[in-house]
């Protein structure tokens, strides 16, 4: 069985990311692919107009329900990620935030389909030991 490493990470650290050697997945309503991205009315309704967390992330399942369905070629090309992979958005590190229900959404999809997704956690800086070895850094 195939085995991807699904990392989360704020949209801001894409040069780590980068530097990491991880593949980004952009999941942001304003960049990423619509497929995995919040409605844009959602997202707008959660973070300016009062909509709670709960009502955001039970739309945010539904949405992706449907785009499972109407997207399906989208969702096909998951399968095929490489096997260091970073859910992204513009959220900041201990934020409530799709990205985390995305990871979810993902891991499921991806077991229906003989990939094993392992948690890679939230990458949140790097060390760099004196020998300019990169090292990834998760909380």
Known sequence: MRRIKLFTVQLAK???????????????AKSGNPAFSPLYGDLNAYKHRGMDWEEYERRYRL????????????????VELPENTALACYCPKGAKCHR???REILTEY?????????????IDGYVDNNNSELQEHVS
């Open 14 to 28: 894409w040069r780590l990311v980068r530097e990491l050697g991880i593949h980004l997945l952009d999941i942001t």
């Open 110 to 122: 991806l077991g229906r389909h003989d990939v094993e997704a392992v948690d890679g956690r939230e």
């Open 100 to 102: 985390f229900i995305f």
């Open 63 to 78: 949405h992706m329900r449907e785009t499972q369905r109407d997207q399906a070629e989208e969702w096909a090309k998951l």
